[in-house]
């Protein structure tokens, strides 16, 4: 059995109890008994679908859905909810443990989050710090959420979800060096950021004390600079979305796993029907009605929102990036690092391309995990069709994606590069983090997928690719979905 089946679930995770490891197409998910309802559905089908109706539907039981469905739950109590998720639990795609990196995304460290101001020499006067900003307070939203929900114990212990973790910045050589002391100096004075210190240069003791993994056995006159801010946090997202999914079925919520919306359509009277599937005794087909829907699908939203036929959603595409975790073990090196470290990646270079070494927190076991390295997929969910991008390619959307991928090779030379880098080659790039990082320690493991947003830019009207997420809905406000890369992040986890 593999590393990541072994781990994935936590001992008391009801959910998560099965025998055999999930893996690519051996995931179980739902499969009808007959075709779909369709014009012919009257000469085939053994029985006839199943109706139902309900307030609300939430497609999927990601974080996202679970986060939406609580909060529904909590604000309209009396209001029927279904989710409807393919799998056979909830927080098996990007939000489990181990298909993210669990980052509580503070822009403690993260450099991407501060864009660098240059002089008219070429030189880095400053960075900005607008971005940074906003991305703190809407995590610090999400943390006074969670513990109101702990305090309304709708969330057990914390300490089976989220860890505190030492958020480190790591500048090495002498450009990135000088990013992190500019960053350092822009963002200081900023009460969301008072706690950051620096380390030096020349403070090695301090940042052998900080870090002892990134010193150790490195070139002494490789300049190295860092920051720290002590209140970072590890999150294990799949162990949050089943605590929360709980807290949901407690509250009335219904979900229904093994479940599969196929097709959601808008009738005369406003309300949505949405056609889910399940293998089952009857037709295995049922017709759920509803006034709301939330399209917390993930890599998949795209698809259910094109198939809702809502023309707001006309010129979008998705880009799916999936890629490897390696993940290391030895207690005693794991007890050596209990922080995060991002590192800015090579200049132009796209986020996700941003490797680091983090301290995990998954299932109540504790690990390292660097990463990720990038690959290219056809897939919009880890467990979806390889058809998936052919789905969604529309004639709204051909001339955008054409476009966005034409500006963005360098993200596809990346993606290839890393396809093609062997086992020797993925340890050079652990070693630029832990200069003595044992091969013998690190396994290799697939991360989860991100579907990119493609869509025309509203400036140029040209095909862009976009690292962020969207929400998207009709004029009436009566679907609602996420698109992009981080839709987690967007809101209240
Ligand atoms: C490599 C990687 C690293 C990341 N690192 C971080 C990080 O450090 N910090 C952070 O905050 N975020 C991170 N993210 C992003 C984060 O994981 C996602 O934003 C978040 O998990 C998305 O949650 P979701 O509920 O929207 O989607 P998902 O968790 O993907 O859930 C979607 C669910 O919908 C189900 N579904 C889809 N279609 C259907 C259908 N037709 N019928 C029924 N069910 C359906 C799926 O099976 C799935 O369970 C990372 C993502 C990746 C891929």
Redesign the pocket.
Known sequence: MSLESDLKAPADDNFNKRDGPFRGSSMRVAKPTTPAPGCFSCFTMRAKPKEREVDVIL???????ATVGLMLKELEPEWKMMM????GA??????NGF?????G?AGFMEPNYTKEVKNSDGSLKTVTTDKVEHVCEQFLSSRQYWEYLTRKGLLPSPDSWIHQTNHIALGVGKDQVEFIKKRYEAMKDNPLFKSMEICLPEEKAKAKEWAPLIMKGRDPSEPICMTKVPHGTDVD?GALTKAKIVAFQELGGDLRLH????DLKKGSDGKWTVTTCVNGAGSGWAYNKAKFVFV?????ALL?LQKAGIPEVNGYMALPVT?DWAVCQNPEVVAQHKVKVYAPGAPGAPPMSMPHLDYRTIGGKEMLLFG?FGSMTMKF?R?GSVLDAFKALKPHNILPTIGALSKNLSLAVMLMTDVFKSGAGKLHDIRHYYPEADPDDWVFIP????AQIIKKDPKTGKGMLQFGTEVVSNKEGTIVG?LG?????LSL?
Do not use: D
């Not at 909830?90 to 939000?95: D, I, K, N």
């Open positions: 497609i999927g039981a990601g974080v996202m859905s409807f998720e393919r799998l909830p927080g098996e795609e990007s939000s298909n993210n990196a669990g980052t995304h997202y479940t599969e919306v196929k917390g699908a993930g890599g998949w259910m890629g990720p969910l467990y991360a989860g997928v991100r996420l890369a981080s839709p987690g992040r986890q």
